[in-house]
């Protein structure tokens, strides 16, 4: 049924929308004296709450303004192609082209092909690409200029490695998916998955890497980045400040890569001592990249998570972004090994996504989760989950695991759960 005439229709009501948001970010910028945001310029890291809060409204108000206008045809078209617009990031990544071309300086298509040993008809039409998605620019033709995204290769030194893992693992991992759904109809085991046939392996992503140390490092350096990175929502920052460590006198990090969510912790609660668990390969990784300024409040350890807990009475077990790496099977185990280890009282801290209802968020940031769950369904045969998911696993891990709390801070992708060990239960 059309609308009446009185009524604004949802088009102008987004559109009204990010009007609104983009005078509220314009004037900030102005009272502040800072550049507007272009291309050659990045958002500053540090901006307020209400300019990150008007800045999520623009993007969402987008997002669905063009996919109205984009229509049916095409959206059922998956227009435009997002398969073949990642090869020319992918590319970046894997040629180190950005490093090849100095941050101020401008030069032709053919003397940046000859310096990554690429023929210039193919690194021209792959770099024309990414020019067109902002990341390089074309000041004048035939030659080309860093733009602020290409930068970014430059001064995020792991981004390198996040690149290796999206597209030559989870990416490829994504186009063997159906063939692994074809293959091992409801497995959950995790050497069944798109992974496998993509690589023509039979072990899992997580046993690969004991026998190739450049994914290894690669996997444990993108789990360090993904942390940091500001914008996504996954920084230590939101769970800092939603429990209270200062009360906790011993954390353990199970799983804890390369240690940075524990190095978070200590600097702001001097008095915690934290013990960062992994296996011994990303362990000796991390050992080599901890810092001095740590090192009486952080100890590291090698640890299999699917063997009993070896660190005994602590006040905190903390699994950050572990669980959705497997089945619903291996997770329970993940949990059960922890229970030697729990004192009564203990807490247990799992942060990760939680699956939301059906149409409960804008669609831009519920494509970034239903994404991230078919991922880790074609790389680790796993899943994400909703909150309903998450206590049935709690419960059936043991009852005595007492779900407390789950909540989203403000920012943030992942929601901290927050699980009690009693053992009257």
Not at 33 to 40: I, V, Y
Not at 128 to 151: D, L, N, V, W
Not at 386 to 391: G, P, T, V
Request: aromatic fraction near 8%; glycine fraction near 4%.
């Amino acid at each position: 049924m059309a609308s009446s005439a009185a009524e604004p229709t949802r088009i102008s009501q987004l559109a009204t929308s990010i009007q609104e948001h983009t005078a509220k970010v314009d004037a900030y910028f102005r009272s502040h004296d800072l550049p507007s945001p272009s291309f050659d310029i990045d958002l500053p890291p540090d901006l307020p709450a209400e300019i990150r809060q008007s800045q999520n409204a623009i993007l969402e108000a987008t997002d669905e303004l063009s996919d109205l206008m984009l229509g049916a045809q095409q959206l059922a078209e998956g227009f435009p192609p997002r398969h073949t617009s990642l090869i020319s990031i992918q590319a970046i990544s894997r040629y180190d082209i950005a490093s090849k071309l100095a941050i101020d300086e401008e030069i032709t298509f053919t003397e940046l092909a000859e310096r990554c040993q690429l023929p210039a008809d193919d690194l021209t039409r792959i770099m024309r690409q990414a020019i067109s998605q902002h990341i390089f620019k074309e000041p004048r033709k035939g030659y080309i200029a860093h733009t602020a995204a290409s930068r970014v290769f430059i001064e995020a030194s792991e981004l390198k490695y996040w690149a290796h893992i999206a597209f030559d693992e989870v990416w490829q991992s994504t186009t063997h998916l159906l063939d692994a759904l074809d293959k091992w109809p409801g497995s959950g085991e995790p050497n069944q998955a798109g992974f496998n046939l993509a690589k023509n392996l039979n072990v899992s992503f997580f046993e690969s890497m004991k026998a190739n140390k450049r994914r290894e490092k690669a996997f444990a350096n993108t789990m360090s980045y993904m942390q940091k990175r500001q914008g996504l929502g996954n920084t230590t920052s939101q769970l800092l400040s939603a429990y209270d460590w200062a009360s906790a006198k011993k954390v353990v990090d199970v799983g804890g890569s390369l240690g940075d969510t524990c190095v978070d912790i200590v600097r702001e609660h001097p008095s915690v001592q934290c013990v960062v668990q992994d296996l011994p390969e990303v362990i000796t990784e991390a050992e080599k990249k901890a810092s001095s300024e740590t090192a009486s409040q952080i100890k590291f350890m090698a640890h299999d998570f699917f063997q009993e807990q070896p660190v005994k009475g602590a006040d905190v077990y903390l699994l950050r972004w572990i669980l959705h790496d497997w089945s619903d099977q291996r997770a329970i185990s993940i949990l059960r090994n922890l229970i030697p280890a729990l004192k009564n009282g203990a807490n247990v801290i799992v942060q990760e996504f939680i699956l939301p209802e059906p149409g409960m968020l804008p669609s831009y940031h519920e494509k970034t989760i239903r994404n991230m769950d078919i991922a880790m369904k074609a790389v680790f045969n796993s899943k994400e989950r909703s909150i309903e998911d998450w206590k049935e696993l709690f419960e059936k891990a043991d009852p005595r695991f007492i779900y407390q709390s789950a909540d989203v801070p403000a920012g943030s992708n992942l929601a901290i759960m927050r699980l009690h060990w009693e053992e009257s239960k």
